[in-house]
């Protein structure tokens, strides 16, 4: 069985565009490999979380996950910052990777913004750690969303060049996984733009703990064109916030665009929006309960990812250990 490795950030509520693009997949996928579930919390700091923040959007993050069917019993999950190994390969890669290769990762460029100089030197080097998480299990399948695709490549590069360098076969090549219709779920105020946890505008994104009336309210108000939704999926073309409504509701109803369009192919946003509310609500409104239900019990959440570390760290400790042999560390006699 292959094994499957796959982070998601604490850095804010989970959106639908984290559930659509990346949770519910993850779910797909383990009923035929072997998933290491990680949430990212070290990732997160490369920007500056409020401590308090952080530990709640932990524990949210993990509670939202195993409400969306995350099995922490066949599979893992567990926090990053509690299995030490990442951090150490993260150092090798760290000196592995070239600065040129960094340099031309766009999310980065994006990230960082104009004031470059002001980012963190963890931001820079954040690609270096995701190698690290997937290399340390020697996971060779990895669902990512489309923006995580540069980076992937950026992991394939470093376990070539510490092969190369070392002279060994020690870390596979990775196959990204791009899944779903919904990939990228795009923002409500702006179909150009990524839904993002981070977007200042709480309108631009449903997040997975909004209640029937914030979702019917934001649905209702994001952004469209003045045309009837087209017939056919070529119709689409040129028109971003039509073509993300309706692959929202094909990722939601578990169907492809060119069905949705023949239901709704002619109809005004009006009618359309309403149906799309209807059923994002449907869909949502039992993750949500399920999510409150296990944040009741926050001592479940924790006993879980501790348990989790624990196993993450049978795994990923040895490969860590024999990754330092290789590069002449004495190490340490257990
Ligand atoms: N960088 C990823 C994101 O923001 C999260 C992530 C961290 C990740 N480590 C990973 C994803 C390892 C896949 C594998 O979406």
Known sequence: MQRVFSGIQPSGIPTLGNYLGAIRNWVGLQSDHECIWCVVDLHAITVFQDPKALRQQTLEMAATLLACGVDPQNHILFAQSSVRSHVQLAWIFNCVARIGWLNRMTQF??????????????????????????HAYHATRVPVGDDQRQHLELANDIAKKFNFDYGVEFFPQIEPLILGP??????????????SKSDPSEQSRINMNDDGDAIALKIRRAKTDPEPLPDA???LEGRPEARNLVGIYA???????????????GKGFGTFKEALAELMVEKLAPINN??????????????????????????????????????GFIGLQR
């Open 233 to 235: 999926v070529a119709g």
């Open 290 to 327: 399920e999510t409150r239900r296990w944040l009741d019990d926050e001592g479940s959440i924790v006993r879980i990812l501790q348990a989790g570390a624990e196993r993450a760290a049978a795994i990923a400790d040895p490969i860590v250990a024999e990754a330092e042999r290789l590069v």
């Open 109 to 134: 460029k994006d990230k960082a913004g104009k004031d470059r100089e002001n980012a963190s030197a963890g931001l820079y080097v954040y690609p270096n750690l995701m190698a690290a998480d997937i």
């Open 251 to 265: 990722a939601l109803a578990e169907t492809d665009h060119a069905s949705v369009l023949q239901d709704f192919g």
């Open 182 to 195: 919904a990939a990228r779920v795009m923002s409500l105020r702006d179909g150009t733009k990524k839904m």
